[in-house]
């Protein structure tokens, strides 16, 4: 069995069909989906997705890449994240790809975000695009080793893991892996220690190769696997039951 550790499964694309999504699921042998908050306003669309549905988990979480909504704060994030089928608090993080200006408020965001993880004791699924200095820096700052967590869609560095690996977070690789010009980070997946790798779709975005164009899903994230098994020369179900393993033991309120 599969497990994608990060999906948007009550984004409109996919919403639309959730019983087609759980099928494809099902066929494809993926057996849990996490479904990662974005925003405070859309917890209650997010709670109604997975409700009735042992099989999807939940986070509580504003992305760094919202501004003019809600702001989550310690209390917050963790009175929500009591809520039945919630695991982890995020998605958080940097993203200084499309910022304008300073970043303060998206770096006080993310030590919120730290803060609530560790006073409720669940991990952090943490978002860093064109930040990861900053990102690491704060991570060490707020002490985020305490509960760890993930690093999702990871496309760093291999300095950069091993800073994330250093801090007790894990290293999720979504359909990226599978790109022509991802070489890099095939390198880098290469060289991940067992343990510490998950692997996810970031649905709707984000397809595999030979999916690419389509919209993604849970049912795709066996693609993702495959090509990891290629590039650590392994086979799909060492990957498909490490990572499962990797996932439970992280998410340990999923099991």
């Known amino acids: 069995m599969f497990v994608d550790s990060h999906c948007h499964l009550d984004f ?26 974005v925003t ?76 609530a993880a560790r006073a409720c004791a669940k991990p952090l699924i943490v978002h860093t695009r064109a930040a990861a200095d900053d990102t690491i820096r704060i991570l060490r700052e707020e002490g985020a080793q305490d509960v760890g967590g993930v690093m999702h869609c990871f496309t760093e560095s291999w300095q950069v893991a091993r800073d994330a690996l250093d801090l007790g977070f894990a290293i999720s690789l979504s359909g990226i892996l599978t790109f022509k010009n991802a070489q890099e980070l095939r390198e880098t997946a290469a060289k991940l220690p067992a343990s510490s790798i998950l692997i996810e779709t970031d649905s709707p975005y984000l397809a595999p190769v030979p999916m690419r164009g389509k919209t993604n899903e849970p049912s795709f994230v066996p693609l993702v696997a495959a090509c990891l098994a290629e590039v650590r020369g392994e086979s799909v179900e060492q990957i498909a039951q490490q990572t499962s393993e990797n996932f439970f033991q992280l998410f340990k309120h999923a099991a």
């Open 12 to 37: 409109p694309d996919l919403a639309a069909d959730l019983a087609g999504v759980l099928e494809r699921m099902d066929a494809a042998r993926v057996s849990h989906a996490l479904c990662v908050s």
């Open 40 to 115: 405070l306003e859309d917890l209650p669309r997010l709670r109604t997705t997975i409700a009735g549905h042992s099989r999807l988990l939940s986070s509580v979480g504003v992305h760094p890449d919202y501004e003019g909504v809600e702001e989550p704060t310690v209390q917050g994030l963790c009175e929500l994240a009591m809520a039945p089928g919630v695991v982890a608090i995020g998605e958080t993080g940097l993203d200084y790809f499309r910022i304008k200006g300073d970043a303060e408020w998206q770096r006080e965001r993310f030590r919120t975000h730290i803060r």
